[in-house]
């Protein structure tokens, strides 16, 4: 049985992954997809739920890792709540990394679930325009500057400054799709071209609506485990190789430079504690709200030059394959989607992809994956680096 104190820092990998139901899920609460998809990824795994000495949670309740654990019947001794948007599972899955090869833990649950579409549909809810009007916030919101509005002025800059074009952002969104069509468990799958999402309903100037990502109900786990229950397991694991964090502003006046995002340090870090670098990569997996977030995110990971993403996101032939799953852009978005990132990239990595299987130029799996989440509107991000090795 493993020990919570050592000597040296303990290798720490992926040993379950799941989804919980997904896309249209009219019926289930958001704390029973929490339970189905944490029962799924332990049963991946191979272990008992004994093994589990900490969760990771953030999103639903007023103590959202305590209500969390009550109802999946845990009584974790290490806890993660964590909230930075769309970037808190790979923080928290950096966080959580640390404490198992620190020995503060064992095995940590990372675990999500949303029922966001769901909810407006029975009108629980309505469509949030903003994050809310406290704070430094307050300075924004009177003048009607939405979520949505923050990031079209980012992609204005970006088109400004370096001359990237609609149709190079559309291409993003064409991608996504094209990769979700091979996907059972996406939302979206009926093929579009550039010139539909050119022609789509105008959302904020100069995103349409395909621009943007869809709004899907579901959720998924993560377990990470201390090297030595690696024997034990059903499959074999995907290392956690590296990890990166980084948080830059909440007010858009406070953000240096709207053509570079947060992923400019949290990737650097991450590739450099893995001791890798963005040419090394097989598979990017990659927080894409609006398309804007997958060129800048992808030139601030070093996968291209700064400027160079328009360029990029259209070539066929690049090396490493971006959003396999098709991303929020079409397969599914139930809100802070970052975890999704991380099954995929497992899912990659272990050849258990159910739609698009990346291969490298030898028909060999992958041997490298990044998984990069974006909060709020670049306002943060964190970066993991994934091996099979």
């Known amino acids: 049985m493993p020990t919570t104190s050592t000597d040296r820092r303990r290798r720490v ?21 929490h339970a189905q998809a944490a029962r799924r990824a332990l049963a991946d795994s191979g272990l008992d739920r004994s093994v589990i000495d900490g969760l990771a949670s953030a999103g639903l309740g007023t103590l959202a890792p305590v209500e969390v654990a009550e109802y999946l019947g845990l009584r974790p001794r290490w806890v993660d709540s964590t909230s930075v948007g769309g970037a808190t599972w790979e923080v928290m899955a950096a966080h959580a990394a640390d404490a198992i090869a620190a020995g503060h833990a064992n095995a940590v649950l990372l675990v999500y679930g949303s029922t966001a579409r769901a909810d407006i549909r029975a ?19 009177p003048y009607g500057h939405s979520l949505i509005a923050k990031y079209a002025m980012a992609a204005r800059r970006h088109m400004h ?181 991380l099954v995929e990239a497992v899912r990659q990595l272990r050849g258990e992809a159910p739609g698009l299987q990346v291969r490298r130029p030898d028909g060999s799996l992958p041997e490298l994956a990044v998984a990069s989440g974006t909060g709020g509107w670049f306002c943060s991000s964190g970066t993991v680096v994934l091996g099979r090795g």
């Not at 990998?13 to 997809?33: F, H, K, N």
């Not at 309505?126 to 009007?133: D, K, M, P, R, Y």
């Not at 996968?303 to 070539?315: I, L, P, S």
């Open 13 to 33: 990998a992926v040993v379950g992954i799941s989804l919980s139901d997904v896309g249209r899920v009219d019926e289930a609460t958001p704390y029973a997809l």
């Open 123 to 141: 009108r629980r809810r309505t469509g949030n325009l903003s994050f809310g009007a406290r704070g430094p916030l307050q300075f924004e919101v």
């Open 161 to 341: 400054e370096y001359g990237t074009t609609l149709e190079q952002l559309a291409e993003v969104a064409v991608q996504a799709r094209a990769n979700a069509a091979l996907n059972p468990e996406a939302m979206f799958r009926d093929p579009i071209t550039v010139d539909d999402v050119l022609d789509g309903p105008m959302i904020a100037d100069p995103f349409t609506k395909l621009h943007c990502c869809i709004r899907s109900d579901g959720g998924c786990a993560v377990l990470l485990a201390a090297e030595e229950y690696v024997p034990d397991t059903a499959k074999a694991p995907v290392w956690v190789l590296g990890t990166g964090e980084h948080v830059s502003h909440t007010t858009m006046s406070e953000w240096a430079d709207f053509t570079v995002s947060p992923a400019a340090v949290s990737g650097r870090l991450a590739f450099e504690r893995a001791g890798v670098s963005p040419a090394d990569v097989d598979v990017a997996e990659i927080y894409d709200a609006f398309t804007y977030m997958t060129l800048v995110t992808l030139e601030d990971l070093g996968f291209c030059a700064k400027g160079e993403g328009g360029a990029y996101v259209a070539e066929k032939d690049r090396r490493v394959s971006v959003n396999t799953d098709g991303g929020g852009l079409s397969a599914c978005h139930p809100g802070m989607r970052g975890l999704f990132l």
